[in-house]
C-alpha cells in the first residue's frame, strides 16, 4: 500500500556577515570591532496522502488458457498490474505475470491443466496496492472417451397409452437386428411436440461407463439410436431426455427428426455437448443415470422400430 505523509517544513536560512573595521586611534593604535547580521526566512511545502487502489471486478475464464479482465485502478499513476496464481483458494499466491500499462484490462495465463485462483496488484515503483477480488478457472486435461456403452434394463414410461416399446423390449439393449416395436404409437391426440402427453415414452438405464473415481469435468455426452418405422408418412421425431438423479429431473429433450422408413443410426448430443447440465461421476452411475426417449408424430398408426440404444461420455479424468 502506497502513502505519502503530510509535511509541513521551515527551515531556516541564516545570513552572518563580518565586519571589521579598522580604526585610527590616539597614539596610532588599531581599534578593531566585529558586528553580526542574522537574517532567517521559512519556506512551507503541503504533501498530499493517497492510497494505490486495486483494480477491481477481477474475472477469469478457462480453457486452454485463462483469460482475465478487470477494471483498471482510479489512480492514473499506477504503472500497471501483478498478477499471482495459486492451485489453493485464498493462499500459496505466487507471481505468473504482470500487465502495463495502468489502462490495461485484460491478460492470458497458460499453466498447465489444472485449477487456479488468481488476484491482481497494482504496482507503482516499490509501492503495491492491496489484493483485488480473487477469480479461478480451469485448464482441462486431455480428454477421454467411454465408447459407447449399451443400456442393462429399460421400462415403459408414462406417457400416451403408457406401455412404450411394448413388443420385444428385451432386444433394445443388444446391437443385434432384433426389433422392439412401439405399435400404433400414443393415443388421440399424439403430435410432434415432444412436451405432448399423449406420445408414448420409454425408459433406458444401466449404462456400465467404467468411470474412474476422479474425473475433472465432462465435456460430452452422446446417445446412440438405432430406429426405423413402419412407414415414411407424416413427421415423425425421437425426443431424447437425460436424466442425473434416477428420473427425477430431466434435461431439456433433444429432437431427432427421423428421415426414412428404414432402420438407421441416429445420433443425439455429442462430444462437447452436456445438454445444458454440469455433471458429476456419480451422477453418470448406473443408479443415477437415465435415457428418456419419446415417439413424436404427426401420423395415426404408426409403428417405431428400435434396434439399440446406448450412451458414450467424453470426459477429463
Known sequence: MARHSPVRARLPLVAVAFVVAALAIAGGTP????????????????????TLNPPTSLAASGGASIGLSWVATVDTYASGYEIWRSTVSGSGYALAGSATPRSATSA??????GTY??????????????????????????????????????????????????VGPASLCADDSTLATDANTG??????SCANAANDRHRFQGFAFGLPGSV??????????????????????????????GG?????????????AAEATYLAGGAADTWGHTWTASQLSTANFRVRVTDATSQPSKDYKMDYLAARVVYVP
Open 31 to 50: 581599534r578593531s570591532t566585529l558586528a553580526r547580521l542574522t537574517d532567517t526566512d521559512t519556506s512551507t511545502q503541503n504533501i498530499s496522502t493517497d
Open 108 to 113: 492470458t495465463d497458460s499453466p498447465s491443466a
Open 117 to 166: 485462483y488468481y488476484i491482481l496488484r497494482s504496482y507503482f515503483q516499490n509501492w503495491r496496492s492491496v489484493n483485488s477480488n480473487q477469480v479461478s478457472a480451469t485448464v482441462p486435461g486431455a480428454s477421454t472417451d467411454t465408447g459407447q456403452k449399451p443400456c442393462v434394463t429399460t421400462a415403459a414410461d408414462t406417457g400416451g397409452d403408457n406401455d412404450g416399446y411394448e
Open 187 to 192: 393415443t388421440a391426440g399424439r403430435s410432434t
Open 216 to 245: 475433472t469435468s465432462v465435456s460430452g455426452i452422446e446417445i446412440r439410436i438405432d430406429e426405423g418405422l413402419n412407414n415414411n408418412g407424416g413427421t415423425s421425431n425421437l425426443c431424447v431426455e437425460l436424466s442425473w438423479d
Open 248 to 260: 427425477t429431473s430431466w434435461t431439456a429433450a433433444k429432437t431427432i427428426n427421423l428421415v426414412g
